[in-house]
T-cell receptor
Framework: GAGVSQSPSNKVTEKGKDVELRCDPI?????LYWYRQSLGQGLEFLIY????????KSGLPSDRFSAERTGGSVSTLTIQRTQQEDSAVYLC????????????FGSGTRLTVV | QKEVEQNSGPLSVPEGAIASLNCTYS??????FFWYRQYSGKSPELIMS????GDKEDGRFTAQLNKASQYVSLLIRDSQPSDSATYLC???????????FGKGTTLSVSS
């Protein structure tokens, strides 16, 4: 696609429910990243996929968070048993050449846990 | 822990002035450096990248890198009200690692 596409753009969920956030990167980009941004805060790295290599999961805040990337393209971030502190904007980005030339971000998914 | 530090601001400058945004980083092995602009309610947009010591100019923007001092800066000449946004400094270490972002500096340009 022309840009990084994320869905849904907004998600309101009840505490304790599971949610899935989707990211469709720019075609041909081998690197895919998930970040989250809480209100008034910077970007917090969550997970990084590069080609067929094992993902870098070092930023995942707890075992309630997981992500997969199918066929080297679309990625899904899953949050199980959501908590209010999970409320944030979840941003996906993709890049080529290991992301050495910077990333392009999607428009994000605003998650609100009530 | 690898960190990227920025003054949160707000930095206020009049229209037409030069805005100077600064960033320091802790990982001496960092190799790639970026500036992103983020308008309120929008996602970050890449505006500048720099990889070697010195200055890099692109239109009204100049990025400066000093690896010895672990310091990156962004100069915006002839600032416009449309430049009002939060500017995020981002740094990556060895090849293939994810960008680490600073918390951003909010710039306000008054007309």
């Amino acid at each position: 696609g022309a840009g990084v596409s994320q869905s849904p753009s907004n998600k309101v969920t009840e505490k304790g429910k599971d949610v899935e956030l989707r990211c469709d990167p720019i075609s041909g980009h081998t690197a895919l990243y998930w970040y989250r941004q809480s209100l008034g805060q910077g970007l917090e790295f969550l997970i990084y996929f590069q080609g067929n290599s094992a993902p870098d999961k070092s930023g995942l805040p707890s075992d309630r968070f997981s992500a997969e990337r199918t066929g080297g393209s679309v990625s899904t971030l899953t949050i199980q048993r959501t908590q209010q502190e999970d409320s944030a904007v979840y941003l996906c980005a993709s890049g080529d050449n290991l992301g050495l030339y910077g990333y392009t971000f999607g428009s994000g998914t605003r998650l609100t846990v009530v | 822990q690898k960190e990227v530090e920025q003054n949160s601001g707000p930095l206020s400058v009049p229209e037409g002035a030069i805005a100077s945004l600064n960033c320091t980083y802790s990982d001496r092995g960092s190799q790639s450096f970026f500036w992103y602009r983020q308008y309120s309610g929008k996602s970050p947009e890449l505006i500048m990248s720099i990889y070697s010591n010195g200055d890099k100019e692109d239109g009204r923007f100049t990025a400066q890198l000093n690896k010895a001092s672990q310091y990156v800066s962004l100069l915006i000449r002839d600032s416009q009200p449309s430049d009002s946004a939060t500017y995020l400094c981002a740094v990556t270490g060895k090849r293939g690692t994810a960008l680490i972002f600073g918390k951003g500096t909010t710039l306000s340009v008054s007309s």
